[in-house]
């Protein structure tokens, strides 16, 4: 597959049901829901323990609002960077969500997910 040649919407297609698993995992906390899309090399950056340090020390992360918007699709190299609008639930103000996807073997994957 070449994600590259994807259309914006293709991308997003693809980039929304895994951002919302992202968003509906990071609030309860499920570590594997949370890393089921990730690639690779993200799963090493991830374990278990960081993630849990993670969620305990920033409310952001477990208080992400289910509804968000897309900004658009960020081509660079073999992967594709998402942004997206994110709120929280308990924190005011708007957030930058990025998803970074690539291919890894058939599948793509998460190559990089932040919240600013």
């Known amino acids: 597959m070449n994600l590259l040649e994807k259309s914006d919407d293709e991308i997003l297609a693809i980039a929304n049901p ?3 698993n992202l968003v509906k ?12 899309d990730f690639g690779t090399q993200m799963l090493f950056g991830a374990n278990e323990v ?7 020390n920033n409310k952001l992360l477990t208080s992400l ?6 900004f ?4 660079r190299g073999q992967n594709i960077t998402v942004l997206f609008k994110q709120k929280s639930k308990e924190i005011e103000g708007e957030f930058l969500g990025r998803l970074v996807l690539g291919v890894e ?12």
């Open 65 to 70: 609002k289910e509804d968000y918007e897309a």
């Open 25 to 36: 995992t990071s609030n309860m906390k499920d570590y594997g829901g949370f890393t089921k």
């Open 72 to 75: 658009g699709c960020l081509r």
């Open 105 to 116: 073997g058939d599948d793509v994957k998460v190559f990089g997910a932040t919240i600013y």
């Open 50 to 56: 960081e993630l849990g340090k993670q969620w305990a």
């Open 18 to 20: 895994i951002w919302d």
